[in-house]
């Protein structure tokens, strides 16, 4: 017979050692939502949080009326940076760099830290086109220690796990002892 408290135990230890922004949706954190006259469009940054290095931009576009996904439109991002030493990047927004096929994608690498304007440029097939800047705030790159904290603190679980089962097996032994006395 099973204990329901072992279980929880071994539920609640592996939910504290997953890396949690797995559980992001496919394109990572929502940064900006906006409705154009006719679309729906929502985008998403990856990693989570943003930080100096490669960054994902994903734009999910839908129908405005009736929420369904729209795959006719072209989009551009393009990233303004925060002081004017740095270059301004560019990208067309592709399906093939998505996660997801509903999804068009573009990849950057981001050189600086800072509040950066990202101007995205979503243009029909009949050329008219819709414009919209939000901000994106870029964090510094993480330390190489913190990289590594899932790994380095992933033998915990089982070690835990073990000593823990170690003394509740101790302490019943020290009771059927004590009940035979």
Not at 22 to 43: E, F, K, M, N, P
Not at 100 to 120: E, N
Request: charge should be neutral; include cysteine.
């Amino acid at each position: 017979m099973r204990n329901p408290v072992w279980q929880f135990v071994l539920v609640a230890s592996v939910w504290f050692t997953v890396d949690h922004h797995w559980l992001h949706a496919d394109g990572g954190r929502v940064c900006w939502s906006g409705i154009s006259s006719s679309y729906r469009l929502t985008v998403f940054a990856e990693p989570v949080p943003l930080r100096q290095g490669p960054i994902d931009l994903s734009l999910f576009v839908q129908d405005s009326q009736e929420l369904t996904p729209v795959s006719h439109v072209e989009a551009t991002f393009a990233i303004i940076p925060p002081d004017s030493t740095t270059p301004l990047l560019e990208a067309k927004a592709t399906r093939a760099n998505a996660t997801s096929p509903l999804f068009q994608a573009a990849q950057f690498k981001v050189p600086i830290t800072g509040r950066w304007q990202v101007k995205l440029v979503v243009t029909e097939p009949d050329g008219s086109f819709f414009s919209a800047t939000f901000p994106l705030e870029v964090a510094p790159p993480q330390a190489p220690a913190w990289s590594m904290a899932f790994w380095i603190a992933l033998p915990v679980v089982p070690i835990s796990w073990f000593v823990i089962r170690q003394l509740v097996h101790s302490i019943a032994l020290h009771r059927s002892q004590d009940a035979r006395s």
